[in-house]
């Protein structure tokens, strides 16, 4: 094993070193879903999605029922549907016309105005219910998504090994979006009794953080040993140095304290 950092005294040795077999933290409880799509890498948490637009769709689905998804499911009904309008044919009969040209209606015949325009209505909802969502445009997908979820983006910066960030890379060559971690509004009540956003936000982009390093191998433990070589303590799965050297002031015997600040690079 990999030691990084060392200190002695007369009585023990302690030495920091790479945790070579760290526990992914993506299997631990967490508040987040990372939805990740690589060709090389196999990143996040497990899915079926195809690619990205799969996932956004259903994502999107769970929230149908919401107002932000009325309404943008209405506006491109609006869009889709403000082409076709009523109106009476050589017969004096009820028609529904079209501006562009296309007309699945062109086949009806209505006796009123209103029965017209009732199936006109009808037409438009039916497509609202099994076809708008998938006309919608990414970012259409993502107004819905937000209004009921914490999403964030997940960028990955891939050269000599791989890092991943909640904000971009700057090198456009070696780095790009892979996805996304969110927690839905509901599941955020759940957890903490009330829609707390900005804490969502943070513990999902400790997650990430967390994440990161365990991809980076920014993972330690400690062995203990004394003079003859013997292990009186070894811990493992620390993730981040600074955290590994507070945690010792915790966990490393008392009459070993003062090999905490004895530690250095090796």
């Known amino acids: ?53 799969d996932f ?43 501006e562009s040209g296309y007309n699945p209606f062109y ?7 209103q029965e017209a325009m009732d199936d006109l209505e009808a037409e438009k909802q039916y497509w ?20 009921n ?16 960030s909640t904000q971009p890379f700057s090198c456009r060559w070696d780095s790009g979006q892979v996805g996304w971690i969110y927690v839905t509004h509901e599941d955020i009540v759940k957890e903490y009794g009330d829609l707390d956003i900005e804490k969502a936000k943070k513990v999902l982009e400790g997650e990430v953080e967390t994440y990161d390093q365990y991809l980076t191998d920014d993972v330690y433990g400690f062995v203990l040993e004394d003079k003859n070589g013997d292990v009186i303590e070894s811990i493992w799965g620390f993730y981040g140095m600074d955290y590994l050297e507070e945690e010792l002031k915790y966990v490393l015997p008392k009459e070993y304290q003062d090999l905490i600040n004895e530690l250095e690079y090796v």
């Open 128 to 147: 609202i219910e099994n076809y708008a969502l998938q006309e919608l445009e990414d970012e259409e997908l993502m107004e819905i998504i937000e209004a």
């Open 107 to 113: 086949r009806y015949v209505y006796d009123t105005e």
């Open 1 to 53: 094993m990999s030691i990084v950092k060392i200190a002695e005294n007369e009585n023990a040795v302690l030495k920091i070193m790479v945790d070579e077999d760290p526990q992914n933290p993506r299997e631990w409880d967490t508040l987040g879903t990372m939805i990740c799509f690589h060709r090389h890498y196999n990143l996040g948490d497990e899915h079926n999605y195809r690619e990205p637009r």
């Open 56 to 98: 956004l769709e259903e994502l999107a689905n769970e929230f149908i029922d919401s107002e932000k998804a009325a309404t943008i499911l209405k506006r491109k009904a609006d869009e889709e549907f403000g082409q076709y309008y009523v109106t009476q044919d050589e017969e004096g009969k009820y028609v529904i016309d079209s």
């Open 149 to 164: 979820a914490v999403i964030l983006p997940l960028y990955l910066y891939d050269h000599s090994g791989i890092t991943m």
